[in-house]
T-cell receptor, first 113, second 113 residues
Framework: AQSVSQHNHHVILSEAASLELGCNYS??????LFWYVQYPGQHLQLLLK??????LVKGIKGFEAEFIKSKFSFNLRKPSVQWSDTAEYFC???????????FGSGTKLNVKP | EAQVTQNPRYLITVTGKKLTVTCSQN?????MSWYRQDPGLGLRQIYY???????DKGDVPEGYKVSRKEKRNFPLILESPSPNQTSLYFC????????????FGPGTRLTVL
């Protein structure tokens, strides 16, 4: 089975700090990659996705992610976080059978005002 | 408004009492899927459906059933719930074939006593 690893389980930052959340996956073939965000009490929303082309993907709310195939990684970044970015972030992979999705265990981000 | 709806949103039940969680989407999506979310484990896929009458197992299908008799609906059935099925459940749908974005419902919090 495929696996998705998010190494940071809980991150605490002050406003304006830079953010990088790690995501590694285990599949060696073609992959589709996603980052989702879940604000407290809400459902998951797509931040950004990578299917092909430019490995640097820009998403909503100033987030971006870089696909590094050689490292099986898809790290999420934001240059300057805001208090409203407090949420849980999930990396997900769609691989092989593109009908199956594999999610990481999530990273809880707390941004202090 | 394009959306995925789930009912009920909250449910407390007892071991062995059959229950159904409904999921409906109004986007004419062919693909639908069910996930459970547990602390520290992220989301795990239970079942998915590529189209009407076409379903397949995800990573954690034991104890669950699904059906897809109509394109818009994809109910999740627990015929004999057990306490280890206490979880937060999300339904999702995807359009545009294999590269479409998944849209998630608001979640159903299930407690099995």
């Amino acid at each position: 089975a495929q696996s998705v690893s998010q190494h940071n389980h809980h991150v605490i930052l002050s406003e304006a700090a830079s953010l990088e959340l790690g995501c590694n996956y285990s599949y060696g073939g073609t992959v589709n990659l996603f980052w989702y965000v879940q604000y407290p009490g809400q459902h998951l929303q797509l931040l950004l996705k990578y299917f092909s082309g430019d490995p640097l993907v820009k998403g909503i709310k100033g987030f971006e992610a870089e696909f590094i195939k050689s490292k099986f990684s898809f790290n999420l970044r934001k240059p300057s976080v805001q208090w409203s970015d407090t949420a849980e972030y999930f990396c997900a992979v769609n691989a092989g059978n593109f009908n199956k999705f594999y999610f990481g265990s999530g990273t809880k981000l707390n941004v202090k005002p | 408004e394009a959306q995925v709806t789930q009912n009920p949103r909250y449910l407390i039940t007892v071991t062995g009492k059959k229950l159904t969680v409904t999921c409906s989407q109004n986007m004419n999506h062919e693909y639908m899927s069910w996930y459970r979310q547990d602390p520290g484990l992220g989301l795990r896929q239970i079942y998915y459906s590529m189209n009407v009458e076409v379903t397949d197992k995800g990573d954690v299908p034991e104890g669950y059933k699904v059906s897809r008799k109509e394109k818009r609906n994809f109910p999740l059935i627990l015929e004999s719930p057990s306490p280890n099925q206490t979880s937060l459940y999300f339904c999702a749908s995807r359009g545009q074939g294999l590269i479409g974005t998944q849209y998630f419902g608001p979640g159903t919090r299930l407690t099995v006593l």
